[in-house]
């Protein structure tokens, strides 16, 4: 799970340098970057909980 976060943590910041002229797009990318973290938790944890 840190491994992950390290890793999308530089790209996101390019992504937010590079995606500065269109606010919308990257604000719409945060919300589908934190519901599909969301959806990941919420699977190992049921996953965890039924095993």
Known sequence: ???LMRSLIPKNIK???ANKVEPQSTRKRKYVTA???????LILYLLGWVL
């Not at 599909?36 to 938790?41: G, K, L, R, W």
Request: proline share 0%; aromatic share 24%.
């Open 1 to 3: 799970m840190e491994f």
């Open 15 to 17: 992504d937010n340098a």
């Open 35 to 41: 519901a599909f973290f969301a959806s990941v938790t």
